[in-house]
């Protein structure tokens, strides 16, 4: 479910998804076992409500785009303002890393869709955090897989980690180029 922005709102609708799978299963009709219901993180006030959203959605995708522009309060298309759509903006970084760490301790699986996992140097820090799923553009997808069969997935989290601890979109940058130029050749 996309553009949810209170709990009670994924209720409704598992709800109603739930009343019409068991109306369609009485009429006779094939259905699947495996249907998973989730959420589209894209609107801020979930990540207060994780707990309660992970208990309800089978799995979360963090909608990067529209997240980071509801984060930021600041509209990505507008030239006024687009320089406040930072992608290595420590909070970011420090949300995303929550986002999966209590997905992963619910058991649900996490994706990221949007336009961060079509950068080399983010999608790394991304795997880093621990994300495994993500959309792309289909032009992204053979650089995304030559830059992380180079890479190890232990430096990728110990870069993570350092990343966490970095105060500043800079530091954040410079630290993320600089471990990645001497772990490969991006």
Not at 161 to 183: F, Q, S, V
């Amino acid at each position: 479910f996309p553009m949810v922005s209170e709990v009670t709102e994924l209720d409704a609708a598992r709800a109603l998804f739930d009343r019409e799978v068991a109306r369609a299963a009485a009429l006779g009709a094939p259905v699947s076992d495996e249907i998973r219901v989730g959420v589209m993180l894209e609107v801020p006030s979930l990540l207060w409500q994780l707990d309660q959203v992970l208990r309800t959605a089978d799995f979360v995708s963090v909608g990067s785009n529209d997240l980071m522009q509801y984060l930021y309060a600041a509209d990505r298309t507008n030239t006024r303002v687009a320089q406040r759509f930072d992608t290595l903006s420590p909070g970011l970084v420090a949300a995303l890393a929550e986002v999966v760490a209590r997905s992963d301790a619910a058991g649900r699986r996490i994706s990221l869709c949007g336009e961060m996992a079509s950068d080399p140097a983010l999608l790394t820090l991304l795997v880093g955090l621990g994300l495994t799923e993500f959309s792309m553009t289909p032009g992204a997808i053979p650089v995304a897989k030559q830059i992380l069969a180079e890479l190890r997935s232990d430096e990728l989290r110990a870069l993570a980690r350092r990343i966490l601890k970095l105060a500043t979109i800079d530091e954040i940058e410079r630290t993320l180029l600089a471990t990645l130029g001497r772990l490969t050749s991006i």
